[in-house]
């Protein structure tokens, strides 16, 4: 494999990720921060969101497949094998992980948020804008476990996108692809790729989290 081809796939799967990030953490981070104002959410909203962390990834590409799929509800419009129907897929694989460590970060601030926006004479309705404020060094935890369970996927990229080359190939498809040709060399080079990405981004969020 050419080193422009390993770029492209790299910059795709950065692309993808990060799209597939962005769009989990808008209902995500408002959905933790909600349940960590009211108590958790119970045990059972507490036991849906983190059974969300155990699900599998196949079957999330499966359900958004027969979605996209021609005869499916969806079929019109032509997202299937295309990054956008990975993005999709991805987003909804990362928005437990970002929801789940949001609530687990702010829950032990709620208290302390709301005692300072009283004594500063603010009302109820300035706690969750506070407790956004305050919790910003967890969002950066969640927004990297988002993007690393989103970057990191490969099974509802294969069956959503196909694995199509220049179009829809990612680092974990093509890695997949590279070791059954026994390519190992073309592999390893798409591993050290993957991980060089997300430590990159990880580092990133550190240093935002520092801010």
């Known amino acids: 494999m050419e080193a422009a081809e390993l770029w492209e796939i790299a910059l795709r799967s950065l692309w993808v990720a990060g799209l597939a990030t962005l769009l989990a953490a808008l209902p995500a981070v408002p959905l933790g921060l909600w349940l960590a104002l009211k108590g958790g959410g119970g045990f059972f909203g507490r036991a849906l969101l983190y059974a969300g962390l155990a699900l599998p ?7 958004f497949y027969l979605l996209l ?6 079929g019109s419009l032509g997202l299937l094998y295309t990054p956008y129907a990975m993005v999709l897929a991805e987003a909804v694989l990362a928005f437990p992980l970002i929801a789940a460590f949001v609530l687990s970060g702010a829950r032990g601030r709620v208290e302390e948020v709301r005692l300072l926006v009283r004594s500063l004479g603010g009302r109820e309705g300035q706690v969750l804008p506070t407790l956004f404020w305050e919790s910003r060094r967890t969002l950066a935890a ?5 993007f690393g369970g989103a ?3 490969v099974g509802a990229a294969t069956l959503v996108g196909g694995d199509i080359r220049h179009h829809t190939r990612v680092l974990t498809t093509a890695i997949v692809v590279e ?5 190992l060399e073309s592999a390893l080079a798409l591993g050290f790729i993957l991980l060089g990405v997300a430590l990159l981004v990880t580092a990133l969020l550190i240093i935002l989290e520092r801010e």
Do not use: H
């Open 57 to 63: 990834s196949v079957v999330v590409g499966l359900f």
């Open 69 to 74: 799929s021609r005869s499916g509800p969806l």
């Open 142 to 146: 969640a927004l990297a476990a988002g």
């Open 151 to 153: 970057i990191s996927e």
């Open 179 to 183: 070791t059954r040709k026994g390519e």
